[in-house]
């Protein structure tokens, strides 16, 4: 039985992956797969703790799959945006989206 | 008939209102309206008086205002004192509408000078008829407002709009005073019913202190609404007004009813000796300062308005040295031939087309009869000729003065009566004889005016009967059931001195302006500085413009400053600086996702380091 | 008797705006007509309120509670009732408003947003009078706040944005202080009563702090920091110097049946405030800093009136005056005696109409002859002579003259402060002859501004004018009306005041 920490850690260092990603990429498609990668770390720590955790039920399991939905959802919209940005903009560097400044 | 008594102002609150809504489709016929009224009113007071000299009395209240337990009424009530003044102020307000009619037909707002007029005659006689002072002060107040807007007629006239406005000030400077004073008296006493204050006075209500407080506060309204010296100051702007105006408000009855208020509140004038030798020196002042001034003034209508100020002056200092019946006899005879005066004034004024110095007038005796005579008749009156009206009130003031106000203040009153006399007769000679020195020559006027005229002239004679030494037929009716102390009577002595110092006034007048045996700069050129004084009214007004009216309106430039640059400016420091750490702040906020994220990052771990530092959790 | 009567008067605006919110903005004369019979509706009720109120016995009437926000240690009702101060505020409330629908007649641009905002305006007023709970009350006088400022800020003058947001910021940091001291209130009070009590509800909240279980919590510097708080918000609302800068240029600025609304009534809500919360819970210290009161009363008058005289605005002239008239609430409120209170009271509705007669007044000749500036008018009584005529009568009214309403409330707060007990404010006198001084000056800066305007020699560009529109008599012909009706026979309002005001008093003894 592998233990729940192995699980976590996997988890934690994809989500600190994701973030490092997200906060340090230019490319704004990168940067929305990096939330995908935050978003799954959290996926993995809901499912390990569903099936191995201390009260472990299947609550995690469902919440996962809502994540995929909303993950899924959150894809669409955001590179929908992207499209729409390159449109108007021509760029999707992350540097230059700035005109929300002040 | 006295429980209809109410109905005598309703008359013309009747009229007002039909002219308000009515008078531009009526035009010239509203005078039939106001006349009409007015003629009710004067029969309905005639019945009244008639029936309260048989003895009967009535009372009517409702309760106006309730307040913690205590309320305060309204409603009517008919006394000896309200009787006479209601017959005097029902008939000379008709008189004045008769005499209007031609007046001010010119006009074409004549309507609107109608519903004034009806105005202030149902305020005026709701004054009277009050069976409280805070009722009295109701109709004072509106009275007030009817002078303001009478004074204003010609509101286009630059000189009538600021008279109008000063009018009211300056009144109302004695008006909070009165408002005062009754807000006190019914504190101290629990009501404003006169019977109720009086009794409560009588039995110790009021400290001797808080009743001087109390009457001198009441007589600031006195003096305002009577134009007494300090206050007198407006009255003779106020002839800015059209003349029967002048003939009705500024010298029967509004003016009056300052008098008529000492009167009213005697019981608690007598109560503070103080407040009584305030009434009394304030009167003798006033009465001495405005004749001065007469006595060099060249405009018909100031001249008049200042022997009214110095009469009402008369009035007071009688009251003030306890003659109830002197002042208030004098109130009466004066309300008539002052009357009689102002609208021969008036007549002459018209027949002048509006010409008012009496130095470009003369020789109209001839020319205009009937204004002439009764003029004459009006003169002879107010100087005190025997046995004219004026005669017989002049004499008991004069009585009352010397015993009860002593020797300094009989001789004020013994030289105004003198001065009285000689500008009167100074008017009435330079008006009527001499030259007449106009374009066009003058007519005598239509019956609207010269009726009234004569009218008054009837009443200016026989007024005085009501009240000789002979038959004190006044004193018994207005004293009757009130305790205002003794009064005084003439002796013969007395009467003869009236007689002289009119006559010796008569006499310098005729020397100076008839005859020219005396030049007429007799007196001027060997005191110019003194008549430079009293031409220009002893500077009151320039001396107000500066103590009052220009330091409240630099105060207030200041003060608006201040509101702008201090207040407001605090305000804005404050909203500027939330304003400007806003603008140091954004600068952070360069939109740069990351850098955002990163930030956040930082934060929320050193929020939650310093959770555990500072709860322990290391440890 | 209509049951929940006050419901459906505070709830009738609202539906009111949302029927105008589903018509079409371009039948305008359907939204003005629809406004129209909503406010007048508004009318009817409160009169009914008005009439069917029990004069003859205190506390609250038409009472309705319903609990709404229970979390258990907090528990908010939708807790209403009216007593004899918020009848006479829901009648001036409905009827102002209703006069300043008809006086807005002639406002064309988006007439359909004005006329939905005055009626959530009028609902909150409607709340805030009725309203018997402290969150309530708080819901319902931020609710007031919202339209306003797009009222002043869309339908303004030349500076509205600015004036909008300086009315919006000094509002709020009013409603700021206020939810404030009502949480502290509420948990001081649970405090105070052992524990056994969690409740926002005035009436409760004022048998707690006049007989505490647990006085202990109730210290006198607790007290006065609750009221003094309380007294700072409802005073920027009256406004009380210092804080009454948003006020002249707010006025200035909003349109001319806001300005009405704003003066007339929104205003009122401080006072009426300051008394339902102020007096209705810390009666003590109201009685404690009654000479603090007094002083910015009389500060208010004279500052107020000495400011007007040197406008040369109308429309902040009247603001100026506004200013000075409510210093007279003031002082009748410090003066703690039944008369003061009740021309406080008066003061309030009475100013209520007269204000917002001036404001209409000044609308009116401005939107003739395109200026409000004093020393470009003169001699409008020849071209306008109807206007010109209920100017001065207006004028008179705020002047204080007996037979309008302005004159009651002087008197009744005059008898009120020279009747006030030595303890609770010395030197009372001082008070009053000072605030005799101030309706002197009122007249002065009145008068002297009539003559400017109305009177004097003709101008040749002011000839042509319109007279008075039939439409424009409605609001005339009814505020003047009514500050006649109570100036000639007051006992219509104080009957309804006198027993609550009564109350009131002898609730502490006084």
């Known amino acids: 039985m592998v233990p729940v920490t192995f699980f976590l850690a996997l988890g934690a260092v994809l989500f600190c992956i994701g973030l490092y990603g997200v906060l340090t990429r230019r490319h704004l498609v990168v940067v929305l797969v990096c939330i995908e990668l935050m978003l799954n770390s959290v996926n993995i720590n809901l499912v390990a703790f569903s099936s191995i955790g201390p009260f472990a039920n299947i609550t995690g399991q469902v919440f996962s799959l809502f994540i995929f939905t909303v993950a899924a959802a959150e894809a669409a919209v955001g590179l929908a945006i992207l499209i729409a940005l390159y449109r108007n903009r021509e760029s999707i560097d992350v540097i230059k989206q700035d005109i929300m400044r002040w | 008939m006295l429980q209809n008594a109410w109905l005598i102002p309703v008359f013309p609150l009747i009229a007002f209102i039909i002219l308000l809504l009515f008078g531009r489709f009526l035009k010239d016929k509203s005078s039939y309206v106001g006349i009409a009224a007015l003629a009710l009113s004067f029969i309905f007071s005639l019945l009244v008086l008639m029936e309260r000299i048989g003895g009967e009395t009535y009372g009517f209240t409702v309760n106006w205002l309730t307040t913690g337990d205590r309320t305060i009424s309204a409603g009517y009530e008919v006394t000896a004192l309200n009787v006479m003044m209601l017959f005097v102020v029902a008939a000379v307000s008709l008189l004045v509408h008769i005499f209007s009619r031609e007046y001010m037909h010119e006009d074409n707002r004549i309507h609107v000078f109608y519903s004034y007029l009806a105005l202030f005659s149902f305020s005026m006689l709701g004054l009277v008829l009050s069976p409280n002072l805070l009722q009295l002060f109701i109709f004072w107040e509106l009275v007030g407002l009817s002078s303001f807007l009478l004074v204003g007629f010609w509101y286009f006239k630059p000189e009538a709009a600021a008279a109008a406005k000063k009018a009211f000030l300056v009144t109302r400077i004695g008006d909070v005073g009165l408002l005062i004073g009754l807000i006190l008296l019914f ?25 001087t407080v109390i009457a001198v506060l009441i007589f600031l309204g006195a003096v305002g609404k009577s134009a007494q010296f300090p206050l007198h100051v407006w009255l003779p702007d106020a002839m800015e007004g059209p003349t029967p105006v002048s003939a009705l408000i500024h010298a029967a009855t509004m003016v009056a009813a300052g008098v008529y208020l000492v009167g009213v509140m005697y019981p608690v004038f007598l109560a503070s000796s103080t407040a009584m030798l305030i009434v009394a020196w304030v009167g003798a002042i006033t009465a001495f300062i405005a004749a001065t001034i007469a006595l060099v003034n060249t405009d018909i209508k100031r001249i008049l308005a200042y022997s009214t100020i110095s009469q009402l002056g008369f009035m007071m200092l009688a009251l003030g ?33 509006h010409r008012q110095d009496i130095r470009n007038m003369g020789g109209l005796w001839n020319r205009m009869k009937i204004t002439s005579v009764t003029f004459l008749i009006g003169t002879l009156a107010i100087a005190g000729a025997p046995p004219l009206a004026g005669f017989w009130s002049k004499e008991v003031i004069l009585a009352a003065v010397l015993e009860g106000g002593g020797i300094v203040l009989f001789l004020i009153a013994a030289v105004t009566a003198f001065m009285t006399a000689f500008y009167m007769f100074r008017l009435f000679f330079r008006v009527f004889t001499g030259e007449f020195k106009g374009e066009h020559e003058p007519v005598e006027n239509k019956k609207f005016m010269t009726v009234p005229l004569v009218a ?31 009064q005084a009577h ?21 020397a100076m302006y008839y005859k020219g045996t005396v030049a007429q700069d007799f007196f001027t050129s060997k005191a110019p500085g003194v008549h430079k004084l009293l031409l220009n009214k002893y500077y009151l007004d320039e001396i107000y413009q500066a103590a009052f009216a220009r330091p409240t309106v630099a105060a207030g430039k200041f003060l608006a400053e201040v509101d702008r640059r201090v207040i407001d400016g605090i305000v804005l420091v404050a909203a500027r600086s939330v304003e400007r750490s806003g603008q140091v702040i954004r600068k952070q906020h360069n939109g740069q996702l990351q850098t955002y994220g990163l930030v956040t990052i930082i934060g929320g771990l050193a929020v939650i380091a310093l959770a555990f530092v500072l709860r322990g959790y290391f440890g | 008797m209509i049951p929940n009567i006050l ?10 705006a949302l029927l105008i919110l589903a018509i079409p903005k371009e039948n305008k004369n359907v939204i003005r007509s629809l406004a129209a019979v909503t406010v007048l509706a508004a009318v009817l009720l409160s009169i009914l309120v008005w009439i069917s109120f029990d004069r003859t016995v205190s506390g609250m009437q038409f009472q309705q509670l319903i609990p709404w926000i229970d979390l258990g240690f907090v528990q908010i009702n939708y807790e209403i009732g009216v007593d004899g101060l918020s009848v006479p505020m829901l009648a001036l409330s409905s009827i102002v408003t209703a006069l300043a629908v008809f006086a807005s007649f002639n406002i064309q641009e988006r007439v359909k947003e004005f006329y939905i905002f005055i009626l959530i305006l009028l609902t909150g007023l409607f709340g805030v009078f009725v309203a018997l709970d402290l969150f309530l009350f708080f819901l319902f006088f931020e609710l007031t706040l919202i339209p306003m400022f797009f009222i002043i800020g869309i339908w ?15 509002t709020g940091i009013s409603g700021a202080i206020l939810i404030m001291s009502f949480i502290a209130i509420y948990f001081i009070g649970m405090q105070a009563s052992g524990w056994t009590h969690s409740t926002f509800s005035i009436p409760a909240l004022a048998e707690i702090y006049a007989n505490p279980a647990a006085p202990e919590v109730l210290t006198s510097g607790i007290r006065g920091a609750l009221f003094l708080a309380l007294f700072i918000a409802f005073a920027i609302k009256i406004p009380v110097f210092p804080f009454h800068t948003w006020q002249p240029i707010a006025y200035a600025e909003a349109p001319t049946a806001a300005t009405m609304i704003l003066s007339g009534v929104l205003l009122k809500m401080g006072g009426y405030g300051l008394i339902r919360i102020g007096i209705g819970v810390f009666p003590d210290q109201v009685a404690r800093f009654a000479t603090l009161i007094a002083i910015l009363g009389v500060i208010n008058i004279i500052y107020g009136a000495v400011l007007a005289l040197v406008q040369n605005d109308l429309k902040r002239l009247v603001a100026f005056a506004s200013i000075s008239h409510m210093g007279i609430v003031l002082l009748g409120i410090a003066s703690f005696t039944a008369a003061g209170i009740q021309g406080a009271i008066f003061q309030l509705v009475s100013h209520g109409f007269i204000t917002a007669l001036l404001f209409f007044m000044v609308g009116a000749l401005a939107e003739r002859t395109n200026t409000r500036n004093i020393s470009e008018l003169g001699g409008l009584s020849k071209s306008v002579p ?21 004159f009651v409330s002087e008197l009744l707060t005059l008898i009120g402060v020279f009747g006030a007990p030595a303890d609770i404010l010395p030197a009372a006198a001082v008070f009053g002859v000072l605030a005799g001084l101030g309706i002197i000056l009122t007249a002065a800066y009145l008068l002297w501004a009539v003559k400017r305007t109305t009177f004097g020699p003709m101008q040749e560009k002011y000839s042509t004018l319109k007279d008075a529109r039939p439409i424009e008599y409605i609001p005339m012909v009814g505020l003047l009306g009514l500050s006649l009706l109570i100036g000639v026979y007051p006992t219509i309002l104080t009957d309804v005041i006198n027993v609550t005001v009564t109350d009131i008093l002898s609730r502490i003894g006084g």
Do not use: D
């Open chain 3, 7 to 16: 419901s459906w008067l505070v709830f009738l605006p609202l539906a009111g």
């Open chain 2, 456 to 486: 008054l002239a009837v009443f200016a004679v026989v007024a005085g009967f009501v009240n000789t030494p002979f038959a004190a037929g006044l004193e018994g009716f207005l004293t009757e059931g009130l305790n205002v102390g003794e």
């Open chain 2, 490 to 510: 003439g002796t013969i002595w007395l009467a003869g001195l009236s007689v002289l110092l009119a006559a010796g006034g008569f006499g310098l007048a005729w």
């Open chain 2, 321 to 353: 040295t306890g003659g109830y019946v002197a002042g208030l006899f004098h109130l009466m005879t004066h309300a008539f031939f002052k009357a009689l005066l102002f609208l021969g004034a008036g007549s002459v004024i018209f027949a002048l087309h």
């Open chain 3, 386 to 406: 109807v206007l010109a005529g209920f100017t001065l009568a207006a004028v008179m009214a705020a002047i204080g003259l007996p037979g309008l309403s302005g």
């Open chain 2, 187 to 211: 504190n101290a006493t629990g009501s404003l019913e006169y019977s109720a204050v009086f009794s409560a006075i009588e039995a110790g209500a009021a400290t001797n202190t808080m009743l």
């Open chain 3, 156 to 170: 303004g003058g030349k500076q509205k944005t600015f004036a909008s947001f300086k009315y919006l910021i000094y």
